[in-house]
């Protein structure tokens, strides 16, 4: 039960993540078009187009400000959420694999009360990595429907 | 500093005596070598991977846990030819080792 809730909650954040996201681009994407389309000055263009950006950038910091704040443990609450978000862009043996170790490592970590900047250094690190496993991951799955893997392995001689 | 053995040998060798999951077998390989070879999160899981295409280990996954925010983990463990592999490893080091003791 108390993971089918850990389950729903995180498939719940992220989903709502990028939906927040998404429309955010979305409208602001839209309001660059119709500036294009209505502003015939090139520098009134060029200045409302900025100040639209600057405002989806301010509303983005402040999302994810609100975002990773939390009450209750927050640090590793903040490596959950982060590592919510990474699990939907990788695929789901990284994602339960790596993800689900560093977040084992950063509760006992956080447990043995160790240091902040170790436990970012931790989240960042594991970020890292799986993006460049996801990345070694799709590529050598490429190589395989593309035929390549006997010539990979030629090459690797 | 080299590692004394290359991380392919030593994650074998810490697959010898029973199944491990990643994190388990980064710290296994630390505490058997009090802290002379350390794996880092960047080379263990690529590792094991290839280990597992060439059919030295094979792998499945346990139960999720709240622990791990719902996810569930991967244990390995050795195959046949995998344990094969792994006691050639410990005889050629064993015999390196015998070898710098009687020079």
């Not at chain 1, 590592?83 to 789901?92: I, K, M, N, R, T």
């Amino acid at each position: 039960m108390k993971v089918c809730w850990a389950r729903f909650t995180r498939g719940f954040r992220v989903v709502n993540t990028v939906m927040i996201l998404s429309l955010i681009i979305t409208t602001a994407i839209v309001l660059v078009g119709r500036v294009h389309r209505d502003v015939p000055s090139f520098s009134k263009r060029f200045f409302a187009t900025m100040m639209i950006m600057g405002t989806v950038m301010v509303i983005v910091s402040l999302l994810a400000r609100w975002w990773l704040r939390s009450t209750k443990r927050p640090r590793l609450r903040r490596a959950d959420r982060i590592f919510g978000v990474v699990s939907a862009l990788v695929p789901p043996r990284i994602a339960d694999e790596e993800l689900g170790d560093a977040l084992e490592d950063l509760r006992a970590r956080i447990a043995n009360r160790r240091p902040a900047w170790e436990i970012r250094l931790k989240i960042g690190a594991t970020v890292f990595w799986v993006f460049v496993h996801t990345l070694h991951y799709l590529l050598r799955k490429l190589a395989e429907a593309a035929g390549l893997a006997e010539l990979l392995k030629a090459f690797r001689r | 500093m080299d590692l004394p053995v290359s991380a392919r040998t030593a994650v074998l060798l810490a697959l010898v005596r029973g199944r491990g999951f990643g994190l388990e077998l980064i710290e296994r390989v630390r505490e058997r070598t009090n802290g002379a070879v350390k794996l880092g999160q960047g080379s263990v899981y690529p590792l094991l991977r290839q280990l597992e295409d060439e059919g030295l280990l094979r792998s499945f996954e346990a139960e999720p846990t709240p622990e791990r925010g719902g996810r569930p983990r991967r244990y390995y463990e050795l195959t046949g030819q995998g344990r094969k592999a792994a006691l050639e490893q410990r005889s050629t080091l064993a015999a390196i080792l015998h070898f710098a003791e009687v020079k």
